[in-house]
């Protein structure tokens, strides 16, 4: 079937965004990408922000938006940059999400062990490639860094990426939160490139500041927000009782065979390669429809577990700066497991402790790098009088415990 060769989306958040090239109305066209429509971006922050209902599909557009403007401005400023290798760059951040699974971060790595979302979206860009003719080459080097030109890279994956510069401003809009509202039109205006590097204007220090502080304050008010926390731990504990209940021969059918398929355990190595068709059908309704169906599940576990996300009956959640004891969390799970009758090892998805942290900025990972009007460069956190120091390279670490009361 051929397509429009031009083709604009109406976004609430960047306003108009223009596809103009077959390849990429091609990809938004494909199934695989399609499927990004029924993955919530921010799983269930909308238990608490009832707007933060937007989708996977709708971050991928925004972030190819931001990467449309982020080369024309480099372009301007006499970067060269061709047009394969611009192409590449868009076709490689509309694809960089591609791989994520039902509930994003929620279940990775719980439904597939050992098999991170970064490296199924490699392989669905292979797969493109060969089913358009080689014509992902170049988003494949830029996408995986092995392009002569690091920047390209650094646009899709570092620490001033359109993927993260989108979900801010993104998420600030659809939570309401405005702590997240972010200068991403000033940060692009004053990005250039240095000996290959990407790197930002000094005029642009305090813009960078805000995103990171925004980042920051995201984080803890949105992302691990204890109610957030609550409901998509109780999502992996569902998932982890009804596999351990299907290899322990008790039948637990999900909603689609797909899911089902997932929810097998297979010989290791798994190849996602030999499954990506499956993958690729797998999204937050097959979840959602086969928790509905568990509500009524004969197990006394997996059954109050479904009906209590369903219900928003959530597990209450305590933060502190030190581990929990692990006596206070035992006679938890023992007056829970007589209370429901059953084992205290059963009453462990009920009562549960964990570790949430969160890093400002780390230098030692990913470093935004200032040029300055004399040719010097400096780290963010070097500049004169730096509000992101040194300090906040260190994690912010809370413990918590999750856990079900008698009366829930």
């Keep these: 079937m051929p397509f429009p060769s031009r083709k604009i989306i109406n976004d609430p958040v960047h306003g108009f965004i223009t596809l103009d090239h077959p390849l990429l109305l091609a990809i938004i066209a494909h199934p695989y990408y399609q499927r990004l429509r029924r993955i919530h971006q921010m799983a269930f922050a909308h238990l608490v922000y009832p707007g933060a209902v937007h989708t996977r599909l709708h971050h991928s557009l925004g972030s190819y938006h931001l990467m449309c403007n982020a080369l024309s401005e480099l372009k301007g400023k006499g970067v060269h940059i061709e047009p394969e290798e611009e192409l590449g760059a868009k076709v490689a951040i509309l694809l960089h999400d591609a791989g994520h699974g039902p509930f994003s971060h929620a279940l990775e790595e719980i439904l597939i062990r050992g098999v991170e979302h970064e490296k199924i979206s490699i392989r669905i860009l292979h797969v493109l490639n060969k089913e358009f003719g080689g014509q992902l080459e170049q988003a494949i080097r830029i996408f995986t860094n092995d392009h002569p030109k690091p920047f390209l890279h650094q646009l899709i994956s570092g620490q001033l990426d359109m993927d993260r510069l989108d979900y801010l401003a993104r ?224 994690p912010v670490k809370k413990f918590y415990i999750c856990y079900m009361t008698t009366s829930t």
């Excluded at 790197?199 to 995201?218: C, D, H, N, P, T």
């Excluded at 937050?284 to 599940?297: A, C, E, L, S, Y």
């Excluded at 009906?307 to 006596?327: C, G, H, M, W, Y």
């Design 171 to 394: 998420d600030s809009f659809f939570t309401g939160v405005s702590e997240g509202v972010i200068a991403h039109d000033r940060i692009l205006k004053m990005l250039t490139v240095h000996k290959g590097q990407l790197m930002v204007e000094e005029k642009a220090i305090y813009s960078i500041e805000k995103f990171l502080v925004s980042r920051r304050l995201m984080y803890w008010q949105v992302y691990l927000h204890k109610t957030v926390l609550s409901a998509e731990k109780m999502l992996v504990r569902i998932i982890e009782r009804a596999k351990e209940l299907i290899r322990n021969g008790m039948a637990a059918p999900a909603s689609s065979p797909t899911l089902d398929f997932f929810l097998q355990d297979h010989d290791s190595p798994f190849l996602i390669e030999d499954h990506l068709d499956k993958f690729c059908l797998l999204d937050d309704f097959d979840v959602m429809g086969t928790i509905k169906n568990w509500m009524t599940h004969p197990d006394i576990v997996l059954s109050h577990l479904c009906r209590f996300l369903i219900d928003r009956r959530l597990l209450k959640v305590r933060f502190q700066s030190n581990p929990f004891a692990e006596k206070d969390v035992t006679i938890l799970k023992e007056e829970l497991a007589g209370h429901l009758r059953i084992t205290r090892e059963e009453a462990g998805y009920f009562v549960f402790t964990g570790q949430a942290q969160n890093t400002t900025y780390d230098p030692s990972d990913e470093r935004i790098n200032i040029l300055f009007k004399d040719g010097s460069i400096k780290d963010i956190s070097e500049v004169d009088n730096a509000l992101i120091h040194q300090t906040l390279a260190s």
